[in-house]
């Protein structure tokens, strides 16, 4: 069964994959846009399984796309939010300081966050952090007044549902599994038949790399899948968090350390941990996948990762099997969080890019490729920034498709 031919197809119905044909169709109103995601429902994966913060945009170097993207995409998120009658809140972080140590990494955060031109972010001593969060300890901290929560799924699909009516096709339940192009036009395998495209956006997160693989493109890295389990908080103990509570993070590490968040829909949760997981979609900590693992074994990248990480690979796989290590570590951000407050809670799972020489990709990457444009590196804050990302790929199709001459 073929089921038609379309302009742009675009692989992978997470909220980057639905940002995108939302700016293509309103850029390109005559484009005949398909999205084609696997799984029965949109935005199952990343977009499903996260902290659900709008990022304000402290962490990320000057300059790169992570810091561009993230400020412009909160005040895009915000906006679209307040356009929709979608639920959030602006309730404000803080990144907190637990001894004098941490301090020097704080004041580079800061310089950061003021580079980075992070709206109303301030240094603040011990008194006002307990105003703002009065169970937690430190010596200092950061507050991020605008940083903000949300629900990712709910923003998802409503991006899906404009797309759609503006005249995108989403398609469920059919994983793409084999791409040829032949005269002009690409031809995509699903598991609900074929379809052509002239031009074709993978956005397909934690399996980008293989989908660029498929098209003969080398896409230079390969995605590790890294899990991050939460402890969610008892109901009566909720109280102990009054919005997002954030270590100071280790900067050789892309990852944000464990945290409180407080949820738009209420429950608290504490987490995400970073471990490596031996599926790309391994959920729980028994879900292994032998082509995944045997690839990322078989993967030089990845041994060379080791050899830089191993010591905080290791230390994160500890505090996965233990709830003791956990709870110490939340512990010195909440002194007064007990065992008996933590119940397992869910996870979720990070495609992060790992180059061939063992860098972990610290930035958003997106390969242009003959017909194509592959994002290969979109974790967080890819959801907050997923606007941003969204108009900025349809700026670099604008530049490397014809799509002027799209007919209906
Ligand atoms: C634990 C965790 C916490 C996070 N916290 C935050 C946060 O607080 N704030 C924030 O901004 N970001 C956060 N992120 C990052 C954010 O979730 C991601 O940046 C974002 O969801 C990426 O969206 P995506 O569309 O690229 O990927 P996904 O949502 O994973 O979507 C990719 C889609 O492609 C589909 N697909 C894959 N292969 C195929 C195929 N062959 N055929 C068809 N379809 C295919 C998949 O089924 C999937 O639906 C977090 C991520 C994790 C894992």
Known sequence: ?????????????????????????????????????????????????????????????????????????????VRFCDDNGVDYQRCGKVIVATDESELGRMEDLYQRGVANGVPGLEKIGPERLREIEPNTHGVAALHA????????????????????????????????????ARQGAIRLETTGGGLESRYLINCAGLHADRVARMMGVDPGVRIIPFRGEYYTIREDRRDLVKALIYPVPNPR???????????????????????????????????????DTLGTLAFRGFWAMALKTWKTGLGEMHRSFSKRVFLHDLQRLLPGIRAEDLAPGGAGVRAQA???????????????????????????PGATSSLAIGEHIVGLAAESFDLETSTT
């Open 1 to 77: 069964m073929s089921s038609g031919s379309y302009d742009v197809a675009i692989v992978g119905g997470g909220i980057i994959g639905l940002a995108t044909a939302l700016w293509l169709t309103r850029r390109y109103p005559r484009c005949r846009v398909a999205v084609v995601e696997k799984e029965p429902e949109l935005a199952t994966h990343q977009t499903g399984h996260n902290s659900g913060v709008i990022h304000s945009g402290i962490y990320y170097r000057p300059g790169s796309r992570k810091a561009q993207f993230c400020v412009r995409g909160v005040e895009s998120m």
């Open 145 to 180: 007044p605008g940083t903000g929560i949300v629900d990712f799924t709910t923003v998802a699909g409503i991006y899906a549902e404009q797309a759609r009516s503006a005249g995108a096709e989403i398609m469920t339940g059919r994983r793409v599994v084999g791409i040829s």
């Open 354 to 380: 790992v180059h061939r020489d063992g860098r972990l990709l610290d930035d958003f990457s997106i390969h242009r490729s003959q017909g194509a444009i592959h994002v290969l590196n979109a974790p967080s």
């Open 253 to 291: 590490f892309p990852f944000l350390g464990v945290h409180f968040t407080r949820s738009i829909h209420g429950d608290v949760e504490a987490g995400p941990n970073a471990v490596l997981a031996l599926a790309r979609e391994g959920y729980t900590k028994t879900a292994v996948s032998l082509g």
